[in-house]
């Protein structure tokens, strides 16, 4: 069946502007986890949606980031005046409420210049 | 909290060979531990996972890994390589008694590994 999507799958903004990064998720996965991944590093945690609840957002790193699922379906994470350091792969995750494991989408690389 | 840590950047070992990617964890309890791939340019693709019972587990593409409470290792394991595992691999825990019910997942930073033919 279809996986998790993501786009767009690459991104570049310059320096200021506001981006949105849609996530669709798996048909019927209750859970979806977006995380952060910097070049050469392992992905890492930002925020979790319980449907359209979104029960944790302690790692996103400032009030620039939000993210919100009003549906409890498609994701959307915005990152407003971007910087530079945020230039990563950003990747979403969907999964069976309670169930430990995890579907990853593509990712979608933010490149801010 | 808990985390994980991946002592090699790089693994490399020759075509046919057996390999193993070492990961070891810090968590109270009992973890879940999981191990994903990651090809260039995509996303992280599930190998398997350590929840309860058999300490050996079996995943995708011929891999598998060995729960070690003692040692608090779940090092990742293949008999025989082939030059197209040659990728990036993460290992993750999750602690599953945190008391929210949330469990995110804690990853470690990557072993890259080079299959040469």
């Known amino acids: 069946g279809a996986g998790v999507s993501q786009s767009p799958r690459y991104k570049v903004a ?20 977006w995380y952060q991944q910097a070049l050469g590093q392992g992905p890492e945690f930002l925020t979790y949606f319980q449907n359209e609840a979104q029960l944790d957002k302690s790692g996103l790193p400032s009030d620039r980031f939000f993210a919100e699922r009003p549906e409890g379906s498609v994701s959307t994470l915005k990152i407003q005046r971007t910087q530079q350091e945020d230039s990563a ?9 309670d169930a430990p494991g ?3 989408g593509p990712g979608t690389r ?3 210049t | 909290a808990q985390s994980v840590a991946q002592p090699e950047d790089q693994v490399n070992v020759a075509e046919g060979n057996p390999l193993t990617v070492k990961c070891t964890y810090s968590v109270s309890g009992n973890p879940y531990l999981f191990w994903y791939v990651q090809y ?5 693709q599930f190998l398997l996972k350590y ?11 011929g891999f598998e890994a060995e729960f070690n409470k003692s040692q608090t290792s779940f090092h990742l394991k293949k008999p025989s390589a082939l ?11 999750r602690d599953p008694r945190m008391a929210t019910g949330f469990q995110k997942l804690v990853f470690g930073t990557g072993t890259r590994l080079l299959v040469s033919p």
Do not use: M, W
């Open chain 1, 89 to 97: 792969v950003y990747l979403c995750a969907s999964s069976l409420r």
């Open chain 2, 51 to 61: 929840i309860t019972g058999d300490n050996l587990v079996k995943g995708s593409y």
């Open chain 1, 110 to 112: 933010l490149t801010v």
């Open chain 1, 102 to 104: 995890e579907y990853f």
């Open chain 2, 40 to 44: 260039p340019n995509r996303g992280l």
């Open chain 2, 83 to 93: 030059v197209s595992d040659s990728a990036l691999y993460f290992c993750a825990v």
């Open chain 1, 14 to 33: 310059k320096r200021g502007q506001d981006v949105a990064l849609r996530c669709d998720p798996i048909s019927g996965h209750v859970s979806l986890f």
